[in-house]
Nanobody
């Protein structure tokens, strides 16, 4: 059974930082491209960042320079370091694993701004 379990979301103030984690099980983690997506209220889910099995990264323009995706194959975990957070970063963040036609999603973790 494949499981992707996200953690690390929470309340944050503008300019703050959070580190999201996604622990994978039931897949050959090292073979998969891992990604982070997010969905804000009333909006479609959008790509945030991806990292290939070879470590090549891609970022959406809206987060490039502020977010960093990384992976630890020994721990079957992918991370998203988020710095200089902005109110528009408020969303549910989802972890995604993909290999060919095999795609798996986590349940999501909420990132919310506190005023």
């Amino acid at each position: 059974q494949v499981q992707l379990v996200e953690s690390g979301g929470g309340l944050v103030q503008p300019g703050g930082s959070l580190r999201l984690s996604c622990a994978a099980s039931g897949i050959i983690f090292v073979a998969y491209t891992m990604g982070w997506y997010r969905q804000a209220p009333g909006k479609q889910r959008e790509l945030v960042a991806t990292i290939t099995n070879g470590g090549k990264t891609y970022y959406a323009d809206s987060v490039r320079g502020r977010f960093t995706i990384s992976r630890d194959n020994a721990k079957n975990t992918v991370y998203l370091q988020m710095n200089n957070l902005k109110p528009e970063d408020t969303a549910v963040y989802y972890c995604r694993a993909s290999l060919g036609s095999s795609i798996y999603w986590g349940q999501g973790t909420q990132v919310t701004f506190s005023s």
